[in-house]
DNA sequence: ACATTTAAGTCAAGCCATTTGACTTAATAG
DNA sequence: CTATTAAGTCAAATGGCTTGACTTAAATGT
């Protein structure tokens, strides 16, 4: 008997888990799809047409999927789609960015209901997270005002803020998220809120949003530069979310670069950070972020003078990760001024030639990310939606007892 | 009704889907913990002792496990632990390289039970296919020889070859595999051998090898770099094999890297074809790579000078891969001489201080491979075995009618 | 017009893998 | 030598998918 070693096993699955999956396989083609009947389902999933009547019928008593007008037109008998029910679940999340936190609230297809942002104090995380249990009670009262019904639908709590996780502070930390990084913050959220809280960082959250609802809808391959203050990737791979052994995995930032025969971190050159030390602005003042929009419309040659040193990384940047991951599409995403992000993602191109000029290519190999500027805080509202209705292995196995 | 546009959707799954995975989740808990008793294994899939007796009756009788002495020593009942059986299941594999090409069988625990190597011909594909299902036929026949019974417990065939796949030929491809890889070679060799093919780039068949038999074993997030006549990443991600969008993942010998001012593909500095052409070897002769040997042993001034710079551009490809993956370890794996494979791998300490130097670490950040020059092969052949053994979420899914 | 064809969707019985709970077996501990 | 602990079996029950026949309802074609 082995009960001091643990033995490493995959969990078995069951009938339970057989339904869990297949519900959450219809409530994806619906997603992907538009509107569906049954007979639609049966084909796609391929289960038989009365299984297909059963899930629907249990979905549509949860209130997560509803029944359209009947499509005639065709022979045979009219159709009955069905649609993804949006207030079917809710969901929040939070972004803990250098200076400030967004607090947003999302329905069954990841769409806003309810936004609050703040500025972070300067005593951190003690003061911090409890400014944000109160902006999180904010969104969650104004939310069940409009939706009285979202009080038993809420799908959980899901957190994003820059990483890397789990480190020791490094001496290069000049944005003082290490305190941040060491404070237990999902505890502390999750005993604050009573909901089931869960945290990433903060590309992997932008990835998650334009996954739901931008340029990244419906693919299994992705890669998406997140450009903030810091530099990130956040990597869909598989048609799952991948976050490595530490939840680190994507930190394009931290990979050195060489530039003029120095070496040096990604992040140091190909960053907001960057560009406010360029212009010598302080990037604790909120200012410096509508001084850069005002400079880049502007076109100041400081900011012509930086793209063009910043272009340049990020191409490298796109060439290493479409010759590493090999994905469909690469997304430049992020929380810049919007024209600054414009600017770069013009001065990336021409793109260098890599593994991903393929002769068979139906999607463009860099896109822009059609979010905006709160892609993070709604990525990480709709990472407990995702988890909780996304056909997911994990979710077909047995629990802990 | 939506017939002409495809609906994008995940398969379904019924009871045949939970019973496959059960049983896979059976034989990789016993080929990760060695032998365990129908206790043990109820434990760790947390399925019931019902219905591990039933999987384990089912087994047996397949030929895929068979039980062990009792075991007594503790209160109780005395236990019966099972094993794998090796030779309840075999696997053909092909490796092709610039130059030659290497064929295997692997059993069950995919270790090697018979192998061929062969130069390739200078005709081309054409020519070397037909060579091919000629050494399969040899190693086939050796076989059943050995093993009546593996006639009927074939699981497939997997190929192994340099990418990257689906190019346009460059103008860089300096060893001629382009046309290999403009070649139907799956579809040749699936028609000759009629067995079901599977392709895969050479760097992740190492890591499978690595996986089943070497550094890699259990582990669900590693990356294995192999060092050959070019240079590729295998990547472990979630415990699954990752190949990308178009099996082009890891393909990190094009990535851009800088050295003295000037970028160029990795593989162009760290590789032994780079090592070939700096010491004026002609890379066509079988004695090339005797003499890399014989030079290494003998301390070589340009073996030492080269050496120096492959390490400091492999210790940026291992902070890279690290920082984008997030690893529990990286493997240093490939088909080099032995002497220089250990001498690349002393030269690359120290290593860069990374996202991967954690307080909590349990594995080496670096590792040198353990299955040698034939890993390729054998990942090759292993490749089948894993796909119809081990726990895999398309595995769960209903198949094509 | 009206029969034919086509397709959506339902019904009820059946199937199959897992579960449940009681039971048997067989060892060690005291 | 009894109590305790744990492995493993038995047989019935459960639950989710499947099967095949059936109903409904529209478009098509003569």
Known sequence: MHDLRTIRAKSGTNQEGTSAHNRRVVIEAIRLNGPLSRADLARATRLTKQT?????????????????DVVRGARGQPSTPYRLVPEGAFSLGVQIDRHLTRVVAVDLMGREVARVVAN???????????????????????LAARFPDSVHRLAGLGVAM???????????????????????????????????????????????AERMNGSADGLDHAVCIYFGYGIGAGLILGGEL????????????????????????????SSLASLFQHLGLDSATTEAYADVERLTLADDPRILDWLEGAAADMRQAVHMVETIFDPQTVILSGSAPEPLAKRLFEAMFPLIPSNADRPDRSLPRLQIGMVGPWAVALGAAAEPIRRAFDPLFSAILKEAP
């Open 120 to 142: 972070l104090p300067a005593g951190g995380p003690a003061e911090g997270s409890k400014l944000i249990l109160g902006l999180i009670e904010t969104v969650r009262r104004d």
């Open 242 to 269: 991948y976050t490595g052994s530490n939840r680190n995995a994507g930190e394009i930032g931290m990979v050195l670069f060489s530039r003029g025969g120095t070496q040096s971190p990604l992040e140091h050159r």
């Open 162 to 208: 820059p990483g890397p996780f789990g480190l020791p502070p490094s001496d290069d930390d000049t944005w003082m998220m290490a305190q941040w990084q060491s404070f237990p913050l999902v505890e502390t959220l999750a005993a604050g809120t009573g909901l089931a809280t869960s945290l990433q960082n903060d590309a992997t959250a932008c990835a998650t």
């Open 52 to 68: 297909i009547s059963n899930l629907i019928e249990s979905l549509e008593a949860d209130g997560l999927v509803a029944s359209e």
